[in-house]
């Protein structure tokens, strides 16, 4: 069999990164609208965020931001040149120039949903672009995504990349943010848990942004079978407290459960579901599920610290370290960091070490180093194929090539008004020409690659 691990892809936020509190059910997005924002420095923290995953011997991939103004949005309103339309929105409809803008392209995590090939029936790689629906700054995202993934995953053999699920049946879906794979090990068979908030009962609560049946078309195209799949309710109270995904509030990692115990509608009786399904899909392994208790760590604290939004990720020595944000550190005197330490300290689990990162930018939009990433497991035939096929696997010379024109291209500050300043469109057009000379990808066509 072939050795499988995982490749860690990180997205980028663009040149128009900015705060529009464009999603009302995200505190942090909806508390910050209207601050300055800088898209250099955004896209310079998680160019951090790379090269510390790398120094910790992880494989690391890039996915790069998406052309803003979204122009099909702006032209479904608007007629003229792309300077015309820019002009004339910012003036007559400048919320629809902010969502048109929206960097929110870079949560990856809201990219897809990922099946390797040793999950599957048919032993494919299947992604699913997400369709985003909830949002239409994130909706208009869905396309190109798609595209892009396309191109990457072109040569890789056995993959299959599926197109955003249909919204006009009522499928709403965001991706592995509300997806969680448990397995011994990466190539090992996966436990799929799909965490929704919306069935189509009266229970649903209103800004519920996955719902099942989009859960359950996902499992049928990625062809996993029953005994891999789980589906899980959110807890309605605790998206009403702004846990807008399950990534919020849980994380997990191989074998590793991070999960307050308000995540899900049962409690802990939904947690017993998840370790009796993993322990039918691997009699005598264990599942290691660490719960943290309200009494720890509030939802409301874990919402502002962004605990669980941290990435778990397998260190090569067969440990674990904890990413998390510097929030963890600075709010509610450094209790949700010191829960991490203890949880680190504690040699019944395989977490060793907690690294802090500064990610404030994205933070400040609701997007903490979990949604900044889209795990993808593959085999050495896949990685090698991938390598050949576009230039996105991440090493030091490519950051260093993706900081120069970041340097050279990206704005120092952004506000709602220089929105409105075709310069900024211009200043993306050539970060997506650059990007795509130096990722082999041809950016201003959506993603696809070069002829
Ligand atoms: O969808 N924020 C994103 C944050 C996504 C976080 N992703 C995960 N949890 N996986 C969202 O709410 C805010 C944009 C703004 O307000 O300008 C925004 O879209």
């Known amino acids: 069999m072939n050795p499988t691990d995982e490749i860690i ?24 609208r209207g601050s300055v924002s800088s898209p250099k420095e955004a896209a310079l923290q998680v160019l951090g965020l790379m090269r510390l995953l790398l120094s910790l011997g992880v494989k690391v991939a890039v996915l790069p931001p998406q052309l803003r103004p979204h122009m099909p949005l702006l032209r479904l309103h608007f007629s003229g040149s792309e300077e015309e339309m820019i002009r004339e929105a910012v003036v007559k409809a400048p919320a629809l120039l902010e969502k048109a803008s929206s960097a929110s392209a870079m949560w990856v995590a809201n990219a897809a949903t990922v099946s390797p090939s040793v999950d599957t029936a048919d032993g494919k790689l299947h992604l699913t672009a997400a369709n985003l629906f909830t949002n239409l700054h994130r909706r208009i995202e869905a396309e190109d995504t798609f595209t892009v993934l396309s191109a990457i995953f072109a040569g890789v053999p056995d993959a299959v990349v599926h197109p955003p699920l249909s919204a006009a049946a009522g499928l709403h879906d965001e991706g592995a943010a509300n997806h969680m794979r448990l397995s011994p090990g990466h190539g090992e068979k996966g436990l799929h848990v799909f965490v929704f908030g919306a069935s189509g009962s009266a229970r649903d609560p209103e800004s519920a942004r996955q719902s099942l049946s989009a859960s359950r078309a ?32 849980a994380v997990s990692n191989a074998d590793v459960l991070l999960v307050h115990e308000l995540a899900f ?16 899909l691997h009699p005598g392994r264990e599942l290691i599920v660490l719960v943290v208790e309200d009494e720890q760590l509030t939802v409301d604290e874990a919402v502002h610290t962004y605990f669980f939004n941290s990435q778990i990720i397998s260190l090569p020595n067969g440990r674990m370290a904890l990413i998390a944000p510097v929030e963890a550190q600075a709010l509610y005197e450094g209790k949700a960091a010191e829960l991490m330490e203890q949880i680190c300290a504690d040699e019944g689990n395989p977490l060793d070490e907690v690294h802090f990162v500064d990610l404030r930018q994205s933070m400040r939009n609701g997007g903490g180093p979990a949604c900044l990433r889209l795990r993808v497991a593959m085999t050495q035939i896949q990685q090698e194929a991938l ?64 002829a």
Do not use: W
């Open 9 to 32: 892809f990180i997205g980028l936020p663009g040149p128009t990164h900015h705060y529009g509190g464009l999603s009302s059910d995200n505190v942090a997005s909806s508390t910050n």
């Open 218 to 249: 996902v499992q049928q195209q990625h062809r996993l079978p029953q005994e891999e799949v789980l589906f899980v309710r959110q807890n309605a109270e605790v998206i009403n407290e702004g846990v807008f995904h399950n990534d919020v509030i």
């Open 265 to 280: 509608e049962h409690g802990h009786s939904a947690l017993q579901d998840i370790d009796e399904a993993y322990a039918r």
């Open 387 to 450: 390598a050949a096929t576009v230039r996105v696997l991440v090493d030091e010379a490519l950051l260093e090539e993706l900081e120069a024109a970041i340097y050279r291209y990206y704005p120092e500050s952004i506000t709602a008004e220089t929105l409105g300043n075709p310069a900024i469109y211009h200043a993306s057009l050539q970060v997506m020409e650059a990007f795509g000379q130096i990722m082999r990808l041809n950016l201003l066509q959506g993603g696809s690659a070069p």
